[in-house]
């Protein structure tokens, strides 16, 4: 699955997982330094940023960024992802987002595991 951010943007479109799991992200050939969170949906339409049972805000924390780059998600973050249905991508925090300066591809990584 392919997902965009916009120029000037911070955050994509929703995505079904199609009962998988999101496990890792591809970047692009550029991306403007920041972090990654997420907002979650149990049905596509209404979303909410997405926090872990400790009241954390679920964060990929992004090293130093080169093209094509991918990440994979830690075990600490697996179960935190593992039951979303449908998801959004932001750059940076729901309190700090960050918009990206041209347009984003972001490839997902999924396991039906």
Do not use: C, H
């Amino acid at each position: 699955m392919t997902l965009t951010i916009t120029s000037g943007e911070s955050l994509t479109e929703g995505t079904g997982l199609r009962g998988n799991s999101l496990v890792g992200i591809q970047f692009g050939a550029d991306w403007t330094a920041a972090n990654i969170t997420f907002e979650a949906s149990a049905d596509g339409i209404t979303y909410g940023n997405l926090y872990n049972t400790d009241g954390d805000e679920v964060t990929v924390t992004m090293p130093t960024f080169s093209a094509n780059m991918v990440v994979t998600f830690g075990t600490n973050l697996l179960p935190d992802l593992a039951k979303m249905k449908y998801l959004k991508i932001r750059s940076g925090t729901s309190g700090s987002a960050v918009n990206q300066g041209a347009d984003r591809t972001l490839k997902l990584i999924t396991s039906s595991f």
